[in-house]
């Protein structure tokens, strides 16, 4: 596609339930991130691929949460068991490679409300 | 670890400059960027600057770097009401950008 491309667009969810939250990057791209924003947080980076790849787990919140990447194209992050904290804009971006200097690009977002 | 600071609200006047200022934590940086996010979208970026250089101008956009201070600056010349967004400032720690809390910029008529 154009854009990255994130699904869905809105998910409300309850206490307690597991989310998939998907991201299809640009084709050809072959880094991947994903952030979370959250209200006054700014954006807090949660872990990035290169490839299928994701070398460092460090910056996922918890151990509810989890991502993959397959055959170096979508991703999903998955949060099991979510909690009202969970709540917030989970933003994919992707670049042409990993490193300095190569423009990431933004999708718009999946906002998450648990309730 | 240190967070890239800075300030949550500016609120200018159309036809007026808006300066954001940034402070960033990481000197090895090699390019410094800024993004903005209009109301329910992603971020774009808006512009970016090379550690080597004290000054970018992009049209309406100037963007000041002093590495000694670890302070970056973005300048919005003749801002419009088109400009109202939050504006975030990010380091690139070598794999993934590190963002400042965002700067929401408000353009009253």
């Known amino acids: 596609g154009a854009g990255v491309s994130q699904s869905p667009s809105n998910k409300v969810t309850e206490k307690g339930k597991d989310v998939e939250l998907r991201c299809d990057p640009i084709?050809?791209?072959?880094?991947l991130y994903w952030y979370r924003q959250s209200l006054g947080q700014g954006l807090e980076f949660l872990i990035y691929?290169?490839?299928?790849?994701?070398?460092?787990k460090s910056g996922l919140p918890s151990d509810r949460f989890s991502a993959e990447r397959t055959g170096g194209s979508v991703s999903t992050l998955t949060i099991q068991r979510t909690q009202q904290e969970d709540s917030a804009v989970y933003l994919c971006?992707?670049?042409?490679?990993?490193?300095?200097?190569?423009?990431?690009?933004f999708g718009q977002g999946t906002r998450l409300t648990v309730v | 670890g240190e967070d890239v600071e800075q300030s949550l609200f500016l609120s200018v006047r159309e036809g007026d400059s808006s300066v954001i200022n940034c402070t960033y934590t990481?000197?090895?940086?090699?390019?410094l960027y800024w993004y903005k996010q209009e109301p329910g979208a992603g971020l774009q970026l808006l512009t970016y600057?090379?550690?080597?250089?004290d000054m970018k101008q992009d049209q309406r956009l100037t963007v000041l770097l002093n590495k000694k201070d670890k302070h970056l600056s973005l300048r919005i010349a003749d801002t419009q009401t088109g400009d109202s967004a939050i504006y975030f400032c990010?380091?690139?720690?070598?794999?993934?950008?590190?963002f400042g809390k965002g700067t929401s910029l408000l353009v009253t008529p």
């Open positions: 971006a992707s670049s042409l490679a990993l490193g300095r200097n190569t423009e990431a690009f």
């Open positions: 600057i090379f550690s080597n250089m």
């Open positions: 691929f290169q490839g299928n790849s994701a070398p460092d």
């Open positions: 084709s050809g791209h072959t880094a």
């Open positions: 990481d000197s090895s940086s090699t390019y």
């Open positions: 990010a380091e690139d720690s070598g794999y993934a950008l590190n």
